[in-house]
């Protein structure tokens, strides 16, 4: 069954160090979602792409965050410099189209120390 | 924006037990996930319900769209079941993104 990859599972960094995390979503789906997801909280959303567009980054903090997905299949998120407030699950998810289901990766654990 | 509140926050069931959770939202919704997240973080789809009733295995779920709420049902629980319940929706002026609720932490003893 195909499945959304995301990669490293586990991510430890020291604060104003740059980090990023790699997804890629299940084959033919144009839709890719990043979301964050604070401890005890559900899953926010940070950016959405439409193929390599970005539909939606109103949540995004441009200052420190960047998302591409430049051909249109696999993303990368970046942080840079990463503040303590970071520390959070970073989660990848993905859509066909719209009436459709998401479905989420395993996604990154991110501590900053 | 839509407001999504899921009802109890926390329930500790004994095994064999049944359970229901609630989804309440507060706008028309174009879509309904309900997930369940493991232990380690993963969030697994159980159903794809913007209304109606579905069935899978010892879980159901129901979505009445005209009143604004969800119910997951958890039948025969088992210590498998732990873990945190999220219900995620989608209103019709997102651009297809999820909101979700805080979740209901669920956990199953022996």
């Known amino acids: 069954e195909a499945e959304v990859a995301q990669s490293p599972r586990y991510k430890i960094t020291e604060k104003s160090q740059a980090v990023a995390f790699w997804c890629d979503p299940i084959s033919g789906h144009a839709t890719l979602y990043w979301y964050r997801q604070i401890l005890g909280q559900g899953p926010e959303l940070l950016v959405q792409f439409q193929d390599e567009s970005v539909v939606d980054d109103s949540q995004l903090p441009k200052d420190r965050f960047s998302a591409e997905r430049l051909k249109g299949v696999d993303s990368t998120l970046k942080i840079q410099p990463a503040e303590l407030g970071d520390s959070a699950m970073y989660l990848c998810a993905s859509r066909k189209s719209s009436y459709n289901e998401q479905f989420f990766g395993p996604g990154t654990r991110l501590t900053v120390l | 924006g839509i407001q999504v509140e899921q009802s109890p926050p926390d329930l500790i069931l004994q095994e064999g037990a049944n359970s229901t959770l609630r989804c309440n939202f507060s706008?028309?919704?174009?879509?309904l996930q309900w997930f369940h997240q493991n232990p380690w973080g993963q969030l697994i789809n159980l159903f794809y319900?913007?209304?109606g009733t579905k069935q899978n295995g010892r879980l159901s779920a129901t979505t009445v769209a005209t009143e604004r709420y969800s119910l997951l049902y958890i039948s025969s629980s088992q210590t498998t079941d732990s873990g945190v319940y999220f219900c995620a929706v989608e209103p019709w002026d997102s651009g297809y993104a999820l909101n979700f609720g805080k979740g209901t932490s669920l956990l199953v003893t022996p």
């Open positions: 319900i913007p209304s």
């Open positions: 706008d028309s919704v174009n879509n």
